[in-house]
Structures are given as C-alpha cells and as structure tokens.
C-alpha cells in the first residue's frame, strides 16, 4: 500500500508540475485569444444597455448625398452646420471628418470652429512619411488656431477582424492622444482627459487599453441626416445640452467594423463606434482587461482545486467537482465582466480542466495498472497452498485479464480452502474482528452458540457460560475471558485465543477457540482419586500386613510368612511406583536452579544403606564443581535414585558402580556405568516401557522405575539412553539442557533414546 501510495503521489506530483507549467505558458502567450473572443462576444450581448438619449448622431448618410452632392463636400458646408449646431446649444461636438489638406473655405471653417470649439480627428500613417515609423497628420493649422481639440480615431480590430477594445492613448513615443471619444466624454463630464502624454517604446505607440460595452448594433443611437439639420429641418431644441457626433454613415464613405454585436453583413461605422465608447465612458462602464495576476489565478485555481480532488478524493467525487468548477468559472467570469467591468476570461481554466482530467486519468491508470500487475505478478509467484495458478503470455491487456482472472480464482478457492478448514476444526472455533464482532463460525461453534455471525463476541459468550458479568462488550484477547468457562449443562470449555495479523504485522482479527476439555478434567479428577487409592488405600491395608507379620512371627510358619511379607512389598512397590510416575507425569514442575552435582551425591547418600549390604562402592566423577540446570530438584533426585539403585540392585555384589557428571554442546549429562551382565538388544529396545523388570524374577519392583526416568527427562527438556552389551556391563545417561525446553540432541548409533513426548501416558489410570 505504502508502495502503491507512493507511486501514485509522484505521478500526481508529475502531472501537477506539466499541468501548471503548460497552462501558465499559455495564458502567457494568450493562446486561447480565439476562444476568449467567442466568450466575451457572449457575455457582451448579457451586457448591453439601452443606448443614452443624450448621444446623437448627425449622420452624412446617403440621403445627404444625394440632396447636397458628392462628399467631400465644400468646407463651407461644415461651417453652416457646426453654426447651426452651435446655435443649438450641445454639449460636445464630436466632428469626425478629417480636415488634413488646405482648401478655399478653410477660413469659413476656422471661424466656424473657434465658436462651435469641435473635437476633430487627426491622422496617423504607419509606416510613415520619408522614413519614419510613425507620420501623424493634424488637422489644418487655422482649426487648431481655432481651438479645436485635436485626438485620435483609430479602431484597432482583433486578429479576426471584430473591433472589441479602443486604446485611449495612441502616438508615437514623444507625445500620446488622447482617442476622440475620450475627449468628448471629459469635456461632457467637465473635466480635463487624465492621459498619459509621453510613452516608452518604438512606432506606433499605444496605451490605456479598455474593451467596449456595446450598448446595441448598427443604427442603435438616435441619428439623423446631416442634410436635414443644415436645412434646418431638426428643432435647435433637439440638440440642446446633448453629445453630438458628426460623421460620415453613408454607402462605401467611411470606414466599417465589425463588433460583437453586428448582425452578418452588418458592419458599424466609425462614428457610431465612437458613440458606444462615450457613452461606456460616461458611464463608467467600460471594461478592463483584467491585470496579469488575476488572469493566472483564475487560470490556475481552479486547476490546483481540481488536482487536490485527484489527490484525496474518488473519481465519481472528481467528476462532479470538474463540472461544479468549470460551472464557476463561468459564473466568475461573467460576474465580474458584467458587475465589475473586469474581464478576466475563462477559457484558459476551462482548457486547464479538460486537459488535464484525461491526462490524470491515463497516469492514474497507468500507476494502478502497475501496481496491479506487480502484485498480481507477485500473488502468482506466492506459494499456493492448493493447485498452482497457471500464467499465461501473450498481449498487455490479455495478460493483465489473465492475471487478474486467475488471482480472482485462487483468491476464492484459498476463501473456500480457509472456510471449509475453518469448519472442520473439532472445536468450536469463531473469528472475531478487531472490533470485537463475529465474522465467521464453524459448525461446531454453530451448534454451540447458534446464529451469531455480526453480534458482538462479549454476549454471546456470556449467554453461554450463564454469567452475566461477561455480557459488557469488550475488545477480543487473551485477557477478555477466563481460561476456562463451564455452561448451565455442566460442560467446560479451555478458552484460548489466537491473533491473525495481515502481511504488514497489524492485527487484523482473532480466532477464539471454545475446546470441550469436559471428559480431560472427568480424566484428571479420576487420576488424582486413583492416586488417593494408591497412596492410602492401598498402601495401608499392606502396611497393616506386614506389621501384623512381624507381632505374630512366632504363629506364622517362616516360609509363609516370607512369602507374604514378599507379596506385601511387592504392592507397595507396585503402588509406590505408580503414585511417583503419575506424578512425574502431570504434576507442575517448579522451575528452580539446580546443582547437579548436589543431586548425584544425594542420591548416592541415600542409597548407601543397600550398597554398603551388597559390598559394592559407589564411584563419583566430575561432581567437583557447580553445575547448574533449570529443574524440579525432586524429580531429578528421584530420577538419579532409580537409576543407581538399578545398578545396585542387578550388579553382581562386591563390584563397583561409577557415576558422574559431563558437560558437552549445551547438555548436562548424568552418567550411570555398572559392571553387570549387560543387556541384549531386544532388551535395550524394551527397556523403558512400563512394568518391564531387568530381572523378572525378582521379588521386588514393578518394572516402572526406567519410565519414571524417562517421564523426567522428556518433563526437563531432556533424553534419557541405555547403552549395554551383553558381558560389558551398562551405562544409563540422562541429558540435560542447560534451557528446557531446546530441542534434544539426536540419537547416537546403538543407543536406544527415547525423544521428548514419546510415550507419554495421557490416560488416567483405571
């Protein structure tokens, strides 16, 4: 997982970078100026107001021509009108014809000019004259003796011919001027045009760019013949106080742009453009691009949104999150075009979205698809546990189904492996989530508590044992139950738990295994009253024998009396044997530290008495030093007795029997050496199973003394031997770990060895 994560974090973090990267070069190019085009000649149409009745256009119109002749027209005409005009009493006269070439009326023109004071245009040529980049044309010198304001009236149309944007400030680099429209719509508010005057730069210069709020098409403003007026035909009144533009409307006479509001074959003429610009200006309705920091932002906020989604949420969310985004887009756009007159387009974010969505998608894919082929490559090389997977080579996408498809099978056969397993445990066993609530029973736990799958474990089991104390819910472990719990119908059960962690080690569930140890404990109570039957029992009516033997010797014959005195030992024998090796078997040993060499010389102080009677000295050896072992001191004491007393017991007399102590490879070894008859093969093989006497004839023992000795071996974590030949005497070794519990060394060659566990008795005693 972490892997995984990792991967698809860097391919994020890579699609991220190229995303940013690509779309902050493309707003920096403007790349996407066609579509900004398309979306502002939208939202321009949501835009438009009513066009201001205080705007009025004197049109030289086709009617004009024809009553007044041909244009240009003589310079007295314009004279007669701009006297009319000012009769009227205007605001602002906004004359836009050029007067550039001296003419016969031109003085007519300047008296008529310096009473009307009129806007006029001037020309600029680019390239222009006698080499120079830039040739600006004024109107005749007697116009500007007169007092006319002089500006610019140049329309600039996009790279697809529509005029969106007028610059308010154009020249060349040492004087700026101010647009025509500008200076009608200062004069019109009564204040001085705050342009720039000078500009840095080379050519035709250009400054304070505003777009356009168009308030309709063609022919939207009030209008009316030029020849009309100069007839008198129009009432002064209708020009009073008013904006007033003069210009030329009539077929093939004045320039024609296209706008964003034209119909096809539509186009606008100059003068009715400049009238939308005075009135957006007036207004204060004109619109600014908006300012380069806000453009990336628009442009790369919605982006880094979206790839904040890629990174945390899922593909449906991300989905719904890219249409909510570039729904908002629109929405910001538009606000702010028509509420704050800043126009700030959307289409750079939209693109962003829409590349970068697919591409997201195909590195996400690509990642996972890795991933998944990794691990389904590595799921196949995973040993399995039923039939071996078989892998197929071929195409990219074969190959991935195929993986997949047979992942998928294993994955369901290892389910049903795991569950039928499950159900044919012997015990009653659930699996238990962490959060404590059942997943799964087997058959046994089926019968046992019923349908408990998604219940809680606490109650269920409470139910079970009858004991409300377990019923409060608790998280699954070792410590939440007791080690054993008994039912109302008397049965017990050996609690115990075992945790399932998944591939990283975390805990991910347990198995809590209900064990029916009702017939074991019917076993041990039965063991421990056989055991009260041997040690009391049985062993007092043969005490009571043999004391009732030695007060009445003189009225028992001797040769009787010896025999049942005989048989009396023999039981207690018998009994004695049986209590110490059910003891040996089951009891708990307590862990001590044990010196070994305290317990050899134990055991040979205790059976001085019989070896002093049979004449035969008992040899030490390596008992000179501390040799410590983990054990029960009893048992192992025990253990060394029936060992020597062995070979005193079946030793010729007046011979000598050695033992001794010898370390080697972590072991502690208890030797044993006699110079008997020693023993065959056979008997060697049979040596330590119980009620197997080295000498049948004997009248004493019950053949368990050696099972006894092995019992404590294999309780030590230990091994005990015979080695014999017949002639040759025997040597008995009981091994030691220096730590219970490792594993005992094996079995060396002629040596009959018995390993820990084996021949262990699990059945009480009857």
């Not at 742009?257 to 096809?264: C, D, F, G, H, K």
């Not at 039923?386 to 195929?402: A, F, K, M, N």
């Not at 972590?666 to 199973?689: M, N, R, S, Y």
């Amino acid at each position: 997982m972490v892997s995984r994560s990792r991967r698809i974090f860097a391919e994020w973090l890579t699609v991220a970078i190229l995303a940013t990267g690509a779309l902050a070069l493309a707003v920096s190019a403007d790349l996407f100026r066609r579509g900004d085009n398309l979306v502002y000649d939208r939202l321009t149409l949501l835009a438009r107001q009513p066009a201001s009745e205080d705007i009025i256009i004197v049109a030289i119109d086709d009617e004009s021509i024809g009553r007044l002749g041909n244009f240009p027209w003589p310079r007295d005409i314009h004279a007669r009108l701009l006297d009319r005009l000012q009769a009227a009493g205007p605001r602002v006269i906004l004359y836009d014809v050029l007067f550039v070439d001296p003419t016969a009326h031109d003085a007519e023109l300047a008296r008529a000019a310096a009473a009307a004071r009129p806007i006029l245009p001037l020309y600029v040529e680019v390239p222009g004259r006698n080499g120079e980049a830039v040739t600006v044309v004024e109107p005749i010198a007697p116009l500007r003796a007169a007092g006319a304001s002089i500006g610019h009236a140049n329309l600039s149309p996009d790279e697809d011919g529509i005029v969106r944007r007028v610059h308010l400030a154009e020249g060349r680099s040492d004087r700026l001027w101010p647009h025509v429209a500008a200076l009608a719509a200062c004069r019109a508010a009564g204040v001085a045009c705050a342009l720039p005057k000078q500009a840095s730069g080379e050519g035709l210069v250009r400054a304070r760019s505003y777009l356009i709020p168009f308030s309709g098409a063609r022919q939207h403003y009030r209008t009316v013949p030029f020849s009309a007026v100069l007839e008198g035909g129009v009432p002064a009144a209708f020009f009073r106080d008013k904006i007033v533009l003069v210009g030329a409307t009539g077929t093939g006479l004045s320039d024609a742009y296209a706008t964003p509001l034209a119909e096809p074959n539509a186009l606008m003429p100059g003068v009715e453009l400049n009238a939308n610009i005075v009135q957006a200006l007036i207004s204060g309705r004109a619109i600014t691009p908006a300012a380069s920091w806000l453009r990336y932002a628009v442009a790369l906020g919605p982006l880094w949104i979206l790839l904040a989604g890629f990174l945390r949420a899922r593909p449906r969310f991300n989905f719904l999150l890219g249409l909510a985004l570039a729904a908002g887009i629109f929405v910001l756009s538009a606000g702010m075009l028509l509420l704050d007159g800043i126009w700030a387009s959307p289409v750079a974010a939209l693109a962003g979205l829409v590349a970068v969505y697919p591409l997201w998608g195909w590195r996400r894919l690509e990642a996972t698809t890795g991933y998944m082929h990794e691990e389904l490559e590595r799921f196949r090389r995973d040993p399995d546990l039923l039939l071996p997977v078989e892998h197929r080579t071929g195409e990219t996408v074969q190959t991935e189904i195929d993986l997949l498809r047979g992942a998928i099978a294993r994955a369901r056969d290892l389910q049903h492996f795991i569950a039928d397993t499950l159900k044919g445990l012997p015990d009653a066993s659930i699996v238990i989530g962490a959060d404590g609530h059942i997943r799964m029973l087997n058959d046994r736990a089926h019968e046992l508590l019923g349908a408990a799958e998604g219940r809680h474990f606490s109650p269920i089991v409470a139910e079970l044992a009858n004991d409300s104390a377990l019923a409060a819910e608790r998280a699954p472990g070792k410590d939440a139950l007791p080690a054993e719990i008994r039912d109302r119908h008397g049965r017990i059960f050996d609690v115990r738990w075992s945790p399932i962690r998944d591939r990283e080690g975390a805990l991910a569930s347990w198995v809590l295994r209900l064990a029916d140890v009702t017939e074991f404990r019917t076993a041990t109570r039965q063991r421990e009253e056989a055991l009260q039957l041997l040690t009391h029992d049985m062993r007092s009516p043969q005490a009571s024998i043999l004391t009732v033997l030695r007060q009445s010797r003189d009225a028992v014959e001797p040769g009787v009396a010896k025999r049942i005195e005989g048989y009396a030992r023999r039981t207690l024998a018998l009994a004695d044997g049986f209590v110490q090796l059910a003891r040996a078997e089951a009891q708990p040993i307590a862990f001590d530290d044990v010196d070994l060499h305290d317990v050899v010389l134990d055991a040979v102080d205790d059976l001085w008495p019989q070896s002093s009677a049979r004449r035969m000295p008992v040899e030490t050896h390596g008992c000179d030093e501390e040799v410590l072992v983990r054990g029960d001191r009893g048992l192992l004491t025990r253990a060394v007795i029936n060992l020597v007393g062995n070979a005193i017991k079946y030793a010729p007399e007046a011979s000598t029997v050695r033992c001794g102590i010898q370390k080697d490879r972590g072991e502690v070894t208890i030797w044993v050496h006699d110079e008997g008859a020693g023993l065959t093969e056979a008997q060697v093989a049979l040596l330590f199973q119980p009620f197997r006497r080295l000498n049948p004839a004997a009248s004493e023992g019950a053949g368990l003394g050696l099972t006894f000795v092995r019992s404590v071996a294999e309780r030590h974590g230990g091994t005990v031997s015979c080695r014999s030949k017949p002639g040759e005497g025997t040597r008995f070794e009981l091994r030691i770990p220096y730590c219970p519990g490792n594993a005992p060394p094996s079995s060396a060659t002629g040596q009959a060895q018995l390993p820990l566990g084996a021949g262990r008795r699990e059945a009480p005693l009857q």
